[in-house]
Nanobody, 123 residues
Framework: QVLLVESGGGLVQAGGSLRLSCKAS????????MAWFRRAPGKEREFVAA????????LYEDSVKGRFTISRDNAKKTLSLQMTNVKPEDTAVYLC????????????????WGQGTQVTVSA
């Protein structure tokens, strides 16, 4: 069974920074596309960023481009999301996902999901 555990969430002021991590209990993360999604109160789950196997750069949702950076360390089986210049609209539960099951990388059809970590941005 694959387990994804997110950490690093918390309360941050607008304009500040936060780094989220996702630790995977999986034999090898190297073959998997991994991604971050978020779910704000009263809203649907939303794509944030994804990174393909072996990729140096990620794909981003337009509102976070230039502010968030996704990265992966396969040796440590860890996915990270560096968040800078955060805004109140970034407030959400951030979810880690792994193993894309086909379709567009931005669609939420992944095989494994974490429980999420709360990020709250105050104005």
């Amino acid at each position: 069974q694959v387990l994804l555990v997110e950490s690093g969430g918390g309360l941050v002021q607008a304009g500040g920074s936060l780094r989220l991590s996702c630790k995977a209990s999986i034999r090898n993360t190297r073959p998997y596309t991994m991604a971050w999604f978020r779910r704000a109160p009263g809203k649907e789950r939303e794509f944030v960023a994804a990174i393909s196997p072996g990729a140096a750069d990620g794909l981003y949702e337009d509102s976070v481009k230039g502010r968030f950076t996704i990265s992966r360390d396969n040796a440590k089986k860890t996915l990270s999301l560096q968040m800078t210049n955060v805004k109140p609209e970034d407030t959400a539960v951030y979810l880690c996902a792994a193993q894309k099951l086909g379709g567009d990388i931005r669609e939420p059809n992944y095989g494994y999901w974490g429980q999420g970590t709360q990020v709250t941005v105050s104005a």
